[in-house]
């Protein structure tokens, strides 16, 4: 029997190819495909397989909903038995399992159990498969998830990939490991069901075209959409961050409703992040060095020639994503209309203030550098991270910019002072809401002190 563990990474479609592959149970078995069901029924996948091998404080929040820790190692034996119970009812020639939890690092005793659980089924010939994307597409993606149900501002960021399949070719043996791009160019029929199929499931005749399609495929908001339900969180669900709520939900189905009959673009990020994400940091290339990983379309060239970046702080949400007002107001327009908003006085109110509200907080500018402008070196201390604008909306001089990062500085602590009893997560909304009046305070102060002949460096 063979084992193939697919081990996502994440934002590549695996929740996609899960779904499809649990629907069609049936088809795949018939062609000697044997892929487990969970005996609770809770996920469509088989996370439990390594989730009690993780550190305690490093199991994803995802697990941790449904299970206290103690009780993973009794999940995931009563999932291994379960498996073991279909491979001996149908005798499969080919095991295939999926979870990109998996991707996450394990202490050294965890990769040596987590071998030891696969052999365990039957078989030394474990293949282990994940797929990559460049950084900007990861992190859009992961942005738009973590924003339906948070209104903290999720930092742009990049996860190092190099340990973790360093680790799985350490454990698997370099012919057992498959990196493979995710982009549509790279998959075969540029869909990651067939891609998979064609490449590790054609011996045993199983094509996409026998398997059942996902009708519950993960579609993206638009960036306008986006702003607006984190607006929407932030008025009127500030204590239910990170919460799976029904009005939430309902917004979000609304705005998806509204955004396909107005053909909203998919979201995007500023070019300048992009080119940061992409261009400024060795993910790309070091896949490529280092596991022969080409990514169709990156420009090596250029990345050869561009110095590593560090990522500014963003206040905005706009100074992340691009958002398109004009278009944002029609989507308001559209979902304002519905009855579910026109039920509820208060929530129609804030559907009709909204506009409004929205020309008054834009106007900002990104803090993110064009994609036009010269590379910028890197800082080299944390203290110096970049402040990058758009040359043709920004006219500070570095005196004003360098007074602005000051008033934001100590905006922040009167802020921490007087909204320390908050939990995390709430300072963080409250900042964000707040952000402009605590920064006004700092620039009140910044001119108090300066009149008093006091001199302060960031």
């Known amino acids: 029997m063979k084992t193939i563990f697919h081990v996502g990474h994440s934002k590549t479609g695996s929740t996609t190819l899960q779904s499809v592959f649990l629907e069609s149970q049936a088809q795949l078995i018939q062609k000697g495909v044997l892929y487990p069901s969970n005996p609770n029924g809770r996920y ?10 993780m550190e305690p404080g490093k199991v994803p929040r995802h697990i941790i909903k449904n299970y206290i820790y103690e009780e993973l190692p009794a999940a995931r034996i009563d999932l291994q038995n379960s498996i073991m119970a279909d ?52 992190f859009l ?12 501002l999720k930092q742009p960021r990049i996860l190092s990939l190099h340990r973790a399949i360093s680790s799985f070719i350490e454990d698997f043996g370099q012919d057992h490991v498959h ?35 996902d009708e519950s495929s ?3 908001l638009s960036s306008e959409a986006i702003d607006i ?54 993910i790309v290339r070091g896949l490529r060095d280092d596991f022969g990983v080409v990514i169709p379309g990156y420009d090596y060239d250029r990345a050869e020639k561009t110095p590593e970046m560090q990522f500014p702080e963003a206040h905005k949400l706009e100074e992340i994503i691009e958002i398109d007002r004009a278009m944002q107001f029609e989507l308001i327009a559209s979902v304002r209309r519905d009855s579910w908003v026109r039920s509820d006085e208060s929530r129609a109110s804030w559907f009709d203030r909204l506009p409004g509200q929205i020309s008054d907080d834009t106007g900002t500018a990104p803090v993110y550098q064009a994609a036009s402008m010269p590379r910028m ?8 991270s970049l402040i990058m604008t758009d040359a043709n909306t ?32 709430a300072r963080k909304a409250a900042w964000q809401a707040e952000r402009k009046d605590y920064v006004k305070q700092g620039r009140a102060v910044l001119k108090r002190l300066r009149k008093d002949g006091i001199t302060l460096s960031k």
């Not at 993606?141 to 903290?152: E, G, I, P, V, W």
């Not at 791009?181 to 590790?200: E, N």
């Open 141 to 152: 993606s992961a942005l738009n998830q973590s924003m339906r149900r948070t209104t903290s």
């Open 44 to 53: 469509n996948n088989h996370k439990l397989l390594s989730a009690d091998l």
């Open 377 to 384: 070196k890197p800082s080299t201390s944390k203290e110096e």
């Open 394 to 425: 920004s006219t500070r001089s570095p005196e004003e910019q360098a007074d602005r990062d000051l008033a934001v500085t100590i905006g922040r602590a009167i802020f921490r002072t007087t909204q320390g009893d908050l939990s995390n997560d």
């Open 218 to 220: 993960n579609e993206s």
């Open 229 to 282: 339900v984190r607006r929407y969180r932030l008025q009127f669900l500030p204590k239910k961050d990170n919460q799976f709520v029904p009005d939430g939900e309902k917004l979000i189905k609304l705005l998806m409703k509204a955004e396909a009959s107005l053909k909203m673009p998919k979201p995007r990020l500023r070019d300048g992040l992009t080119d940061i994400l992409d261009y400024g940091t060795p």
């Open 87 to 138: 491979i001996e009812r149908h005798k499969p020639k080919c095991l295939m399992l999926s979870s990109e939890t998996r991707f996450g690092l394990l202490p050294k005793r965890g990769r040596v159990k987590f071998r030891q659980i696969l052999q365990g089924f039957g078989s030394d010939d474990i293949d282990i498969v994940a797929y990559v994307r460049l950084p900007s597409g990861w």
């Open 179 to 213: 990196i493979l791009p995710f982009s549509r160019d790279a998959l075969r029929g540029g869909d990651i069901v067939k891609d998979f199929c064609s490449r590790f499931l054609s011996d045993y005749g199983v094509s996409a075209g026998i398997l059942q399609t």
